[in-house]
């Protein structure tokens, strides 16, 4: 342990702090305990802009809507549009968050993929059925981002689920009104452009957003995002979709 | 030049190839085809590959009848020759049961090629005591299975291919002697892979004077690779005794399997539940007995009529790590599925209509040691890929293993084609090329709302009556409204790109024809349309 004694520092301190440095990485890597936020020595309470621990990150074109990435443990609204949705989900998910899609079974996959999210960490369950509130707790222990639609849920049950996702850091993010959303994001309307009369196709849009809820980040907020963002046209280069239609 | 081989043969100690020894039977297509065909060891036979007679029994061989004979030369020196086809497969399957006699003498073999088997002899000796020893077991052990083979050993694999035809032991370091001496034409014998390409090179070597083995080897090798090639330079090794190539060990590790017989057939769930957890149990101890692990599980049923039903489901994914309750929940999910019809339905059209089960067995597939699994490129499955997966198990097993869907992209046109949605952790190849062109598809961005099915609607034009699409794709009046399926609310066109035809599966049993339109709407939104057989329908939201 001579490696780690620090001159000027008792040695007992250090392997202390080596020990559950040690312990901290095993349950992390065998899943029993995820890593707690905000409470750890080693992460610098910085700035709301600090993507690292407290928040799953999102992509920079939606920086204006969301400041502080989708911080773990609170609960979103996301109203009015599915792309927005997805198109916060999609950095987090490459960076190798795993999401959880429940009880929207009309969510379009192809678009979730050119957005970028990555389907092998996207867990589907079209349809939870009278189990919805048992199936949402289940994945709000194991899952990094939760979306919920169409469930069968009292407002006792979206309390249960905002604190459990509170508890085990987990982002819930619901297509519907839900009590005490942390942010509650409506889209109000889109603009499109590429598409003529009987010409060209739908290329980008510009989507207007109001935000409000509690808190910093939910401060009320009405502006314009750009969609698709940066992370579709990644995923369009890599389907070999560089704007034209195929074929 | 004797100087110069008398200096490799006095350096060869460190760089000598190691030694092997090679178990040949002698005509082994023909054996194996008289066998298979149940042809009476006495009369004179002969495979034919449709062209050219490519083995001959000694009986034939002693009439005259030769490799590369056309069949009616063969058929006139020797008029009652059995002329058997040629068949690879059937050679190799008739020689497993040689290999494994020779695999009871020595544990780790080499099949080389049907008729061929490669060990490493040096240790093998040593446990029986002598070389001489490990050849006579080898040739006693193939003789319980009825062959007569011939056992050769000398350093390294070429060399002990030939003295395995020679019948001949060759002492350590003698190798290039006992090569020297033989022709150029034996080299066809060694080769397992590159017949036609030695075949030409034997030729060249002969019309060039190279006739012998000991000829080509006083050739200096970086010479004989410029004027050869690659083979040129594999011939020249051989030739030299330094054919040096380790044998390719096949380590029998067969796939764990374990079954039972259901008798009676079992029709009900409750039953299955025993059979289910006491397979798994046995599979499990079968497995850490064995010290192994696997990446997939195939569970197999029969069912009382004749009916097959298979599903792989791979470990890491679904199981999450083998373990017993894990293994249990997924064979008794997959169990409740093929007995239940309403989930058989759900499960795919390739299941059978599912009856009473009278046999289950499971069989781990991708068996490997325990340690030596294959991590991802980035290493093992980390804490939050574990936790996800427990608890999409969690949610399986509160829902059923169909209610969890995993999606992949695949090739396709439309959009709901482009997605391959299966059960979580099921083993499913996607049913179309994603690499293919697809020319046709519809362009990106995808719409982030697909309905499940298509919504009836009326594309209304601007003279007031339904948008019709000609067969030239001229509409019949640009779209100007679109009433929704009430039937009381409409919302005005601003913009439409299209009409994009998709015409597919026209020969086949599922035909399918459409129009697309996208629209952009007075209230922002924008919308596929589709029109099939002449009605309009909303497909999906780019919400």
Redesign the interface.
Same mark, same amino acid.
């Given at each position: 342990m001579s490696a780690v004694a620090v001159p000027g520092r008792p040695v007992a301190l250090d392997r202390a702090a080596v020990a559950r440095a040690v312990l901290a990485r095993a349950?992390?890597?065998?899943?029993?305990a995820?890593r707690p936020w905000g409470d750890r020595g080693d992460v610098v309470r910085g700035p709301v802009r600090d993507h690292g621990v407290r928040s799953l990150p999102v992509d920079p074109t939606l920086d204006a809507l969301l400041p502080s990435g989708l911080e773990r443990g609170t609960t979103l609204t996301v109203a009015?549009?599915?792309?927005l949705?997805?198109a916060m989900l999609a950095r987090a998910s490459a960076d190798?968050?795993?999401v959880?899609v429940v009880g929207l079974?009309?969510?379009?996959?192809?678009?979730?993929?050119?957005?970028g999210l990555s389907?092998?960490?996207?867990?589907? $369950?079209?349809? /939870?059925?009278p %189990?919805g509130p048992? $199936?949402l707790a /289940?994945?709000v %222990?194991?899952?990094?981002a939760v979306v919920v639609g169409d469930v069968a849920l009292t407002d006792v049950d979206r309390r249960k689920l905002s604190a459990r996702a509170r508890e085990r850091s987990a982002v819930l993010l619901s297509t519907g009104p839900w009590p005490g959303a942390s942010v509650v994001l409506t889209?109000q309307?889109?603009?499109?452009s590429?598409?003529?009369?009987?010409?060209?196709?739908?290329?980008t849009?510009v989507l207007t957003v109001a935000r409000e809820g509690r808190g910093a980040a939910g401060r009320g907020w009405h502006g314009q995002v750009p969609l698709?963002g940066v992370g579709?046209a990644r995923?369009?280069r890599l389907?070999g979709?560089d704007g034209?239609?195929?074929? | 030049m004797s100087t110069t081989l008398a200096d490799a043969a006095a350096a060869a100690p460190e760089t000598r190839p190691r030694r092997t020894a090679a178990l040949w039977v002698p005509d082994w297509p023909v054996l194996a085809a008289m066998g298979a065909a149940q042809v009476p060891a006495h009369l004179p036979a002969a495979v034919h590959d449709g062209r050219r007679v490519v083995a001959a029994s000694a009986q034939a061989r002693r009439q005259g009848v030769r490799r590369g004979m056309r069949r009616r030369a063969a058929q006139q020196c020797c008029p009652e020759l059995v002329l058997l086809n040629a068949d690879p497969g059937r050679d190799a399957r008739e020689f497993e049961p040689v290999a494994l006699a020779a695999e009871t003498v020595v544990a780790g073999i080499e099949v080389a090629r049907p008729g061929l088997v490669l060990l490493p002899a040096a240790g093998a000796g040593r446990y029986h005591g002598s070389e001489l020893v490990l050849a006579e077991r080898l040739v006693d052990a193939v003789a319980e299975v009825g062959c007569q083979a011939q056992v050769g050993m000398a350093d390294g694999v070429g060399a002990a291919v030939l003295a395995a035809r020679a019948h001949a032991m060759v002492p350590p370091g003698e190798t290039a002697r006992f090569l020297a001496g033989r022709s150029v034409a034996e080299l066809q014998h060694v080769t397992t892979d590159g017949a036609a390409e030695v075949a030409d090179l034997v030729d060249l070597l002969v019309r060039l004077g190279v006739r012998t083995l000991g000829d080509l080897a006083r050739l200096p090798r970086g010479d004989v690779l410029a004027r050869f090639g690659v083979w040129g330079e594999w011939a020249h090794r051989v030739a030299s005794g330094q054919d040096d190539r380790p044998t390719a060990l096949r380590r029998p590790e067969p796939d764990v399997a374990v079954a039972t017989e259901l008798d009676p057939p079992v029709e009900r769930l409750e039953q299955t539940a025993f059979v289910a957890r006491r397979l798994a149990e046995e599979l499990h101890a079968t497995m850490v007995a064995a010290g192994v692990g696997c990446g997939r599980v195939r569970i197999t049923a029969a069912t009382t009529e004749g009916a097959e039903l298979v599903r792989t489901w791979r470990t890491d994914t679904a199981l999450g790590g083998l373990s017993v309750a894990r293994l249990t929940d997924r064979v008794r999910w997959q169990l409740d599925g093929w007995l239940t019809a309403q989930q058989a339905r759900r499960g795919g059209a390739d299941d059978p209509r599912p009856g009473p089960l009278v046999r289950l067995g499971l069989l781990a597939e991708e068996v490997v040691a325990v340690g030596a699994e294959q991590g991802r490129l980035w290493g093992q499955a980390a804490g939050a890929d574990l936790r996800a997966q427990r608890a999409v198990h969690r949610v399986q097993g509160l829902l059923g293993p169909e209610a969890v869907l995993a999606a992949r992209v695949q090739g396709g046109r439309e959009v709901r084609d482009q997605v391959h949605l299966v059960p979580w952790g099921e083993e499913r190849p996607p049913e179309r090329r994603v690499d293919a062109p697809w020319p046709g598809r519809l362009p990106p961005p995808a719409p982030a709302t697909v309905l499940p099915a298509p919504v009836a609607v009326q594309l209304c034009g601007t003279d007031g009556r339904r948008v019709e699409v000609d067969a030239r794709l001229g509409m019949s009046a640009d779209p100007a409204v679109v009433w929704w399926p009430d039937g009381t609310s409409q919302t005005a066109v601003t913009g439409w790109a299209g009409p994009w035809p998709v015409v597919q599966r026209w020969w086949g049993d599922t035909p399918h024809r459409a129009v697309y339109l996208q629209a952009t709407l007075e209230d922002g939104r924008a919308v596929l349309l589709a029109l099939t057989d002449g009605a309009w329908a909303l497909e999906a939201l780019y919400d």
């Open positions: 349950e992390e890597r065998t899943g029993t995820r009015g549009s599915t792309s949705l997805l190798g968050a795993w959880a079974p009309a969510v379009g996959l192809l678009a979730a993929h050119q957005l389907l092998e960490r996207l867990v589907l $369950v079209p349809d /939870a059925g %189990d048992r $199936v /289940a994945m %222990d194991g899952v990094d889209a309307g889109s603009r499109w590429g598409v003529g009369r009987g010409e060209g196709r739908l290329r849009r698709p579709a995923g369009a389907l979709l034209r239609r195929a074929g | -």
